[in-house]
């Protein structure tokens, strides 16, 4: 306990830290602990999600979403100019929707059809809109301004969504929430142990992420070398 | 017992180099996830989340193959020019202990997971190279897992290590820079070897 309490003193310090990113640091940290509180009710019901269903079923799950989605991913890679990707989008929809039965199996991915994964945050971010200032909103999670404009438009076009029959449309979205969360159990516990300060630790890598998304990961590793820290 | 295990950490040192000057950075990354890959997928305990263990492969297969000097130069970034030699090893040995810890927690969540190498754009002379590879995973999108290396005299050293984009070592750089201004280079010694014990304590 004493421990935890000189963990707590030491990576306190860190809330008064002016990243130029974060102008909202105050209001975010007040959401970061919102969304704390709602994890402990979200977390159990994703472990227990984890646990009952045996990985084939909860690849199926993945799968279904993962199609649906694609759609969407399809529109962005074409929004982006990379019409390549793009058709090996619909081809991989128009695959696993059929032979891989409503999305279940990823027959396209074994036929060689990479997965791709974009968002309209990501276009954005490729025809050159900035990150602005960073959020972390409850539910959703770290946003930059313009991924949450991004995330709000991916809502509006999202099929899940668009679903008439509310009943439908609310275990959808609980599911797919579920499921995500599920996927991220094993990264809580490096999260934990490797974070000093979790909030920080969690905008980094958000940050660092986004910008690794949008260039497709082709990220020019830049040779950070100790003297060149901006 | 301790004793034993230094000589056994020095031994290994010693004999790593010579492995691994013979070998190509992207070669040496594939074989040494190979050769761990190989041992998770018949622990059981490791797979069930017994870090100990874990820690022990990573120390054995995969800590003599890292320039931990470099890494936690990358993460302290500009404050590491003004370290004294000692807080350089003392940042470097407690970091060194932390990442491992990190990187052994990622191994203990290991669920038929695949890596795929990507060919690496390399040419002759080159000392420093970016080895791509990704861990494929059923029902989700291939997790994208990079090691940048350097070479270090004949063998090549990883300094980086960038999952989905984030890179392990920089995402420190705020935290570490905000507890050096705070209390000073002792201070963010003083807070990682707080940190290691208290995870050493709290393990099973």
Redesign the interface.
């Known amino acids: 306990m004493a421990?935890a309490a000189?963990?707590f003193a030491?990576s306190g310090?860190?809330t008064t830290?002016n990243?130029p990113k974060d102008p909202f640091e105050g209001f975010n940290r007040a959401m970061f602990a919102v969304n704390e509180g709602l994890d402990l009710v979200v977390k159990p019901v994703a472990q227990g999600y984890d646990a009952a269903a045996p990985?084939p079923v909860?690849?199926?799950?993945?799968?279904f979403f993962?199609n649906i989605w694609d759609v969407w991913t399809a529109v962005n890679n074409l929004l982006q100019g990379k019409g390549q990707q793009a058709v090996s989008d619909v081809g991989r929809v128009l695959i696993n929707t059929t032979a891989g039965i409503g999305g279940a199996f990823?027959v396209a991915g074994e036929m060689g059809l990479?997965?791709?994964?974009e968002d309209f945050g990501q276009t954005m971010g490729k025809w050159g809109v900035g990150d602005g200032p960073y959020f972390y909103w409850p539910i959703i999670g770290p946003r930059t301004t313009r991924d949450t404009f991004g995330w709000m438009l991916d809502t509006y076009f999202d099929p899940v969504w668009r679903i008439d029959d509310i009943g439908l449309r609310n275990s959808l979205v609980a599911t797919r929430y579920i499921s995500v969360r599920a996927?991220l159990?094993?990264?809580d516990?490096?999260v934990e142990?490797?974070a000093?300060?979790k909030y920080?630790?969690i905008r980094?890598?958000y940050l660092?992420?986004?910008?690794?998304?949008i260039f497709d990961?082709e990220?020019p590793?830049e040779?950070?070398?100790?003297?060149s820290?901006q | 017992m301790k004793a034993l295990f230094s000589l056994l950490f020095a031994l290994l040192t010693m004999v790593a180099p010579a492995v691994a000057q013979e070998l190509a950075p992207d070669a040496m990354v594939r074989q040494v996830t190979e050769d761990v890959l190989t041992v998770v997928r018949q622990d059981k305990d490791i797979q069930s989340g017994n870090t100990r263990k874990a820690i022990d492969l990573v120390e054995t297969k995969v800590l003599p193959y890292f320039n931990f000097q470099r890494m936690t130069a990358l993460a302290v970034g500009r404050d590491w020019s003004k370290a004294t030699p000692e807080q350089k090893k003392r940042l470097s040995e407690e970091f060194k202990t932390l990442l491992v810890r990190t990187y052994s927690n990622a191994l203990t969540s290991y669920k038929n997971q695949t890596v795929v190498y990507k060919p690496s754009k390399m040419q002759a002379g080159d000392t420093s190279v970016v080895v791509r590879t990704e861990v494929v995973q059923p029902g989700s999108k291939p997790v994208q897992l990079d090691y940048s290396l350097e070479k270090q005299g004949d063998a090549w050293k990883v300094y980086d290590v960038v999952v989905a984009g984030v890179s392990l070592v920089t995402n420190y750089r705020d935290t570490f820079k905000q507890e050096v201004s705070n209390t000073g280079l002792d201070g963010l010694i003083t807070m990682l070897s707080n940190r290691n014990k208290q995870l050493e304590a709290g393990k099973k």
Do not use: M, W
Request: aromatic share 4%; hydrophobic share 35%; charged share 25%.
């Open positions: 421990c000189a963990i030491a310090c860190a830290a990243n990985l909860k690849v199926v799950v993945g799968n993962g990823d990479t997965k791709h994964s996927s159990l094993p990264a516990k490096v142990e490797a000093f300060d920080d630790y980094n890598a660092q992420h986004r910008r690794s998304e990961g990220l590793h040779a950070v070398d100790e003297e820290s």
